[in-house]
């Protein structure tokens, strides 16, 4: 009999699915959250049989428990982690650790893809097309490596993952990887997923209306209030406000803030670290302390949310030849265009400010950093241009 107590994400149930491949009925499966492995170690210790052949993936044990399971190990016990957290590295040391974070060709690893190769290697399963194809999405999802190869499965996976419960995903999973040549969501499947990202993208879309502007220390902050899709959010709100440094994503009810990034300049884990939290350069949060509460909630609560730029336009497009035309809530007019020696020029409410630019993108960063202003629609900016050749004309 075997024991598999591992994550309770899609990377972690990749683990117990293939676990079930192998080991049929032969194998129990518990799925915990970080903090809960630990409980369920100690109760393998004081209840199991401990004839069990005992797997732990996609996580690692505290102190206590690495001596309990060392000890266990020694006196014959059955034990096997496999991990793919750096944090976790040094079970190496063990013999009954296996953690790899990047494989021999330099391919981040997944705990499913690393929990695969053990079991294909010790010749407790099969590989099958389906089989690889399915750990392949997984450890694409859970390194982010989908989202680099644009892989709207793996990221779809996932979606699935979360949209149902981990029996009915489990289920429907060992059915396909047995019975089917090659991975597919079946109609069922594509038709949910297709509500959700439809949904994902109003919720995307109402959320661009609220987005306000603020400037900490030495960056430019858009702050947003938002439960739930803080990638989503980050990476579409990032992209549409790109002289934002980074997006900060309120959860008011979960009381933390979501910092995220598409720039390569900002490390937002040093921006969470200011308020006692961390994470990745491109993605981190912290509590809402009360410093973090001042800053993003109490000085920025009155602001009205940024104007976006008019979508349909033909003519009155960013890097246009005939400039384009940007005007704030105030009514000032910033004309950008690219002058002869290749520098960009503003026109602010007619008249051109000392300052140029070295590409479009400093000018639009300047002129909406400092002055809010979104992109109008073409008949203003038609209008513009003609007043723009009266006036030239009369000079
Ligand atoms: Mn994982």
């Not at 974070?101 to 981040?108: A, P, Q, R, S, T």
């Amino acid at each position: 009999m075997y024991k598999l107590l591992s994550h309770n994400d899609l990377d972690g149930v990749g683990c117990g699915i293939l676990a079930k491949l192998a080991f049929d009925k032969q194998v129990k499966v518990h799925y915990n959250s970080i903090s809960g492995l630990d409980r369920e170690v100690e109760w393998f210790f004081e209840n199991d049989d401990k004839d069990l052949f005992l797997f732990i993936t996609d996580l690692s044990v505290n102190e206590d428990n690495e001596k309990r399971l060392e000890t266990f190990y020694k006196a014959g016990g059955k034990v096997q982690l496999i991990d793919h957290h750096k944090t976790a590295l040094s079970f190496n040391n063990y013999e009954w650790g296996h953690v790899v974070v990047e494989d021999d060709e330099g391919k981040l690893t997944s705990a499913t893809s690393l929990f695969y190769h053990y079991l294909i290697e010790h010749e407790l399963l099969n590989p099958t097309d389906v089989v690889t194809e399915f750990v392949e999405l997984v450890r694409q999802y859970d390194t982010w490596e989908w989202e680099k190869n644009d892989n709207q499965e793996a990221r779809r996976l996932n979606a699935l993952f979360f949209l149902i419960s981990i029996e009915e995903f489990e289920e429907k999973m060992l059915d396909r990887l047995q019975t089917s040549e090659h991975f597919y969501f079946d109609e069922f499947e594509r038709k949910l997923l297709d509500m959700e990202d439809e949904k994902i993208e109003r919720y995307i879309r109402r959320k661009r209306k609220e987005l306000v502007q603020t400037e900490t220390g030495d960056y430019f902050a858009g702050i947003v209030y938002a439960e739930s899709y803080h990638s989503e959010l980050g990476n579409e709100l990032g992209k549409e406000y790109p002289h934002l440094d980074y997006i900060a994503i309120l959860n008011m009810g979960g009381k933390r803030v979501g910092f995220r990034t598409i720039h390569d300049h900002v490390d937002v884990s040093e921006v969470a670290s200011q308020f006692g939290g961390g994470g990745h350069a491109k993605a981190s949060g912290c509590s809402l302390t009360e410093d973090a509460y001042k800053q993003f909630v109490t000085e920025t609560f009155h602001l009205e949310p940024l104007q976006q730029d008019a979508k349909k336009n033909h003519y009155n497009v960013k890097r246009s030849a005939f400039g384009c035309l940007y005007k704030n809530r105030a009514g000032e007019t910033f004309f950008l265009y690219e002058g002869n020696n290749g520098h960009w020029i503003i026109e602010h409410n007619h008249k051109e400010i000392e300052e140029t630019f070295e590409s479009f993108e400093e000018g639009e960063k300047f002129i909406k950093r400092n002055y809010r202003a979104p992109l109008v629609r073409d008949e203003a900016f038609v209008q513009y241009l003609m007043d723009r050749i009266k006036k030239q004309k009369a000079q």
